[in-house]
């Protein structure tokens, strides 16, 4: 792709991916040695921790949990190393379980903002995440 950054090339193929259903992709566009800013919000047992599993389970959960799941980026923006990114995953909440929240029958979108950088055509660090963790407001109508 003409114009476009090794760092911005990976991070595509890496979403891609993950959005296709190859969830080990983390392991192979997240660097071993991957920081994420958000685990001690999200899960403080997991400082220390490889969270990569925790990645592949977003978008395992996401596909099994949401009919017609789509995965579509709204923004990017990208200075030296860092990437900015706004994304969106939609679906009808139909097909099983979301972090414990039991199927709604309703459509759903998720929205979130993500910050990495990037060495070598891998993740090495995280800021952000979705507007909708951990099932919550998965029960209403529609979320924008």
């Not at 080990?24 to 921790?49: L, Q």
């Not at 070598?120 to 979320?143: F, Q, S």
Request: hydrophobic share 35%; glycine share 14%.
């Amino acid at each position: 792709m003409a114009g476009v950054s090794e760092n911005l090339r990976s991070l595509g193929e890496y979403s891609s991916k993950m959005a296709e259903g190859d969830y080990d992709a983390v392991y192979d566009y997240w660097s071993d040695d991957f920081f994420s800013h958000v685990t001690e919000r999200v899960n403080p047992a997991a400082v220390g921790t490889d969270v990569r599993g925790e990645e592949r389970k977003f978008w395992e959960q996401g596909k099994q949990a949401f009919a017609d799941f789509k995965f579509s980026v709204n923004l990017v923006l990208e200075s030296g190393d860092i990437i900015v990114s706004n994304w969106t995953i939609t679906g009808k909440h139909t097909e099983g379980s979301y972090y414990g929240v039991p199927p709604s029958g309703n459509d759903i979108v998720i929205n979130g903002t993500g910050i990495v950088r990037m060495r070598d055509g891998k993740v090495v660090e995280h800021w952000g995440g979705p507007h909708c963790a951990n099932g919550i407001g998965l029960e209403g109508v529609v979320h924008r």
